[in-house]
């Protein structure tokens, strides 16, 4: 069974999220998912949707 992380307003703790013994990262809507590639997460992503669209 994966396991997700998902925290509201904490991209700055993204990096230290990458060394957990997770499957999946769960994106708020203020992060975006290029900005987390870019910050070297090696997780599966997903996320980044704008809860006021949906």
Known sequence: MPVILFGV???HLINEWNDLPIDVLG????T???????????????GNL???IY
């Open 50 to 52: 704008d809860p006021s």
């Open 27 to 30: 994106l708020d809507w203020r």
């Open 9 to 11: 307003g904490a991209s």
């Open 32 to 46: 975006s998912i290029n900005q987390a590639q870019q910050l070297g997460v090696t997780k599966t992503l997903q």
